[in-house]
Structures are given as structure tokens and as C-alpha cells.
């Protein structure tokens, strides 16, 4: 049988109680319903203990009201959304954005036991004709709000899920449709695709071909990396993306760009890679040249000569471009010229 732990005046000390003998304090640990682990201190055993009581007395309070359907659906949420520890990033603050934007001052204040199917299609109703949001922002609030009631349909607080359906209906009676997404016709590409010829929209070129011939997402288009392209066996290794979110915080928005995962699961494959894109990824290599050509070269002619541009444009757009990405650096030069400062940031003197 295991021995009972106590303090140094050997009083017994309950669960989650210690005392830390360098500080010569009583410590009490503890668990909230939102499962966030607490601490309280006292130097006196008997006044922990009280503390203690008043904590146990708030939590079990709490527990009576959520049982209850007194507790508003801001409780219920912030209950479910510390147990989405699955959740990427960006979709954990894609949630707390949108909750914390269009619901937790607003709707997030009713209680749950109070909430009816009807009165949430009321709600997504007012969200698309009196706060003109689109069909797709709608469409995340209902999901954090529909697994949020589910929650306390798992928890036995409320029977049904009142958010069951609303959508749907709310949809309906707001005439909103999710829009038709047409492909280009095969002429339509081919005119696209021939503009992409013109001096001025080489930089896009290649990004497009690679899109046209592969299907992939912007994002993931945005995070490949070399070591994902192989020239050799002909393939796009695509094994993660760029993503995009908004990041809400104290009432200030913020737009944050992270390396996430794929999408979904089935996002992680290999395309093979047709001619036109392996020709792009060249194209790109080329470019490349061309830009280390121009940051060492100033005699255009020779650039357009070496490169084999047809257009003299083509030539000027790459040069403009570098030339761009170069003038800070030019004129911080210039300004050592004017202080007398050498390349080395020494400054020059002159010897009598």
C-alpha cells in the first residue's frame, strides 16, 4: 500500500498538492474544463485549501451550467476548439478568425439550450443580405459553428444539432449559389497561351504553362523548390504548399503566408511532366542566365545577341527588371562616392 505524502509538519497532503521546500510553499495543480493546466500558491496549508474549494465550487458551477444549456455557444466553442490540437495552423486561425469576427459578439452570446434550427438560417441569413458575405465565408462560419453544436450534442447538453440543414436552406432562400466554374475551350487556351508570346508577359509565360499543364494549385505552384523538379525522370514532386491566411488578434487582421502542407492527403504525388512544362522549367533556368547576364553586362546588344531574342523588348524588360532590383544598391554607392568612403567602407584620404 503506498505511503500518504506530507509536508514537513506531517499534514497529509491531498491530490494535486505539494510543497516545495526551497521556497517553503504550499502549490495546488489543476486542470480547467477548457483543459489548460493552472497553478495556485500559499505559504499557509490552510488558506491553499480554501482556494482550493472556491476553484472546485467555479468549475463545478460551470459543468452545472454547460449540463444545463445555460452557457452561451462562446463557452461551448472555446470548449471544442482546444481539442482540435489536429488542426494545422492555418486552420486553426482561419477558424478563430471568422468565430471571432462575424459570431463571438454577435450570435456566440446565446445560450445553447436556447438555440433553435430556425433561428440559425435566420442567422446565415442575415450574414448574406445585411452583411453581404460571400457564399464561401458563410460557408466556414457554419462549419465551426455546426461542429461547435455538435460538441454539445456529443456532450448530451442539447438532442439535435440546430446548424443540421441551415445552409442549405438559408442558401435557398437567399438565392446564393456557389457559381459555375466554365474551363477555357480549347480556342480560348490557344488565344490565352499565344498572348503569352508578347515581350511584355515573358515573366508570367512559364508560371502559366506549368499551371495549363499540370493542375496545380497556386499554392503549390508557389512552394516548389527545385529539389522537387526532376529534369532526368520527367516528374513534380508536390509535397507541400504556400498558404495564405488571415490572422485576427486583439482586433487587429493581419495577412500571414506560412509553408503548410498539402491541401488534403491526396494532394502529396507526382505529375509526370509533359513537354511544354519541361520546356518552361528551362525557360526559367534561361531566364535566370539572362538576369545574371544583365547584372554584369550594360551593352544591350551584346545581351540580345548572346540571348537570341528576336525583340529587342524582351531583352529590355529582363534588363528593367534587374535594373529595378539593382538602384538601391547603385545609389548606396554613390552616396559612399559622395562621403569619400571606398568599397571597403573606408574612408579615402588624400596624402599631402
Partial sequence: MASSRKDPKGHVLWKGES??????????????????RRSVYSKDLRKLREKESEIQKYSLE???????????????????????????????????????????????????????????????????????????TVRTIHNILSMTLETAVNDRVIRMNPAKGALTESRRRAK???????????????????????????????????????????????????????????????????VAYSHYDGGKCSRVKCVSETKTKNGNRKIPMIESVKDAFMEILRHTFCTRLCEVETNLKSIQKIMGHS??????????????????????????????????????????
Fill in 62 to 136: 460551470g459543468l452545472d451550467l454547460y449540463v444545463a444549456g445555460k452557457v452561451d455557444i462562446n463557452y461551448v466553442y472555446d470548449r471544442y476548439i482546444v481539442t482540435r490540437d489536429d488542426l494545422r495552423d492555418s486552420t486553426w486561425s482561419n477558424y478563430k478568425f471568422h468565430y471571432d469576427k462575424h459570431v463571438r459578439d454577435g450570435f456566440g452570446k446565446r445560450k445553447i439550450g436556447s438555440v433553435v434550427h430556425s433561428d440559425v438560417v435566420a442567422y446565415y441569413g442575415l450574414l448574406f443580405t445585411e452583411r453581404n458575405l460571400g457564399l464561401y
Fill in 176 to 242: 446564393k449559389t456557389g457559381g459555375t466554374r466554365n474551363a477555357l475551350t480549347l480556342e480560348e487556351q490557344n488565344i490565352f497561351t499565344s498572348i503569352l508570346e508578347q515581350p511584355e508577359n515573358s515573366y508570367w509565360k512559364p508560371i502559366i504553362i506549368v499551371l495549363l499543364g499540370t493542375g496545380m494549385r497556386v499554392g503549390e505552384l508557389a512552394g516548389l523548390r527545385w529539389e522537387d523538379v526532376n529534369l532526368d525522370e520527367e516528374y513534380i514532386d508536390v509535397n507541400h504548399a504556400v
Fill in 19 to 36: 510543497y516545495r521546500k526551497k521556497q517553503d510553499i504550499y502549490v495546488y495543480n489543476y486542470t480547467t474544463v477548457e483543459g489548460k
Fill in 311 to 352: 525583340d529587342i523588348k524582351t531583352t529590355l524588360n529582363i534588363y528593367a527588371d534587374v535594373m529595378e532590383s539593382t538602384k538601391r544598391e547603385s545609389l548606396e554607392k554613390l552616396s559612399d562616392y559622395f562621403n569619400g568612403k571606398g568599397s571597403d567602407g573606408e574612408v579615402n584620404t588624400i596624402n599631402e
